[in-house]
Nanobody, 128 residues
Framework: QVQLVESGGGLVQAGGSLRLSCAAS????????MGWFRQAPGKGREFVAG????????RFADSVKGRFTISRDTAKNTMNLQMNNLKPEDTAVYYC?????????????????????WGQGTQVTVSA
């Protein structure tokens, strides 16, 4: 059974940092791309960052470029999102996602429907 579990969310002041982690189990995730999405109140779920199966390529939403980094440890089946210089508009529930449709893909998907497994989400709140 595939499971994705996020951790690391919390409350931080603007300009601060948080590190989110995603622990994956139930499959050999080292073959698949993974990503982070977020959903703010009253808004749709949006792509934040993604990483290829090997960790060799990453992709970011324009809104977080230069502030967020994504990494993964394929041996441990974990993925991280380092968020620096946080802004109030980063406030949202952050979700870990896995694209298990395609193995060894070099294309990082950005649409929610392209990811078929999701974590339960972790709240990130950035105060002004």
């Amino acid at each position: 059974q595939v499971q994705l579990v996020e951790s690391g969310g919390g409350l931080v002041q603007a300009g601060g940092s948080l590190r989110l982690s995603c622990a994956a189990s139930g499959r050999t995730f080292s073959r698949y791309n993974m990503g982070w999405f977020r959903q703010a109140p009253g808004k749709g779920r949006e792509f934040v960052a993604g990483i290829t199966w090997s960790g060799g390529s990453t992709r970011f939403a324009d809104s977080v470029k230069g502030r967020f980094t994504i990494s993964r440890d394929t041996a441990k089946n974990t993925m991280n999102l380092q968020m620096n210089n946080l802004k109030p508009e980063d406030t949202a529930v952050y979700y870990c996602a896995a694209d298990l449709h395609r193995s060894y893909s070099i294309v990082i998907a950005t649409m929610t429907q392209e990811y078929n497994y999701w974590g339960q989400g972790t709240q990130v709140t950035v105060s002004a």
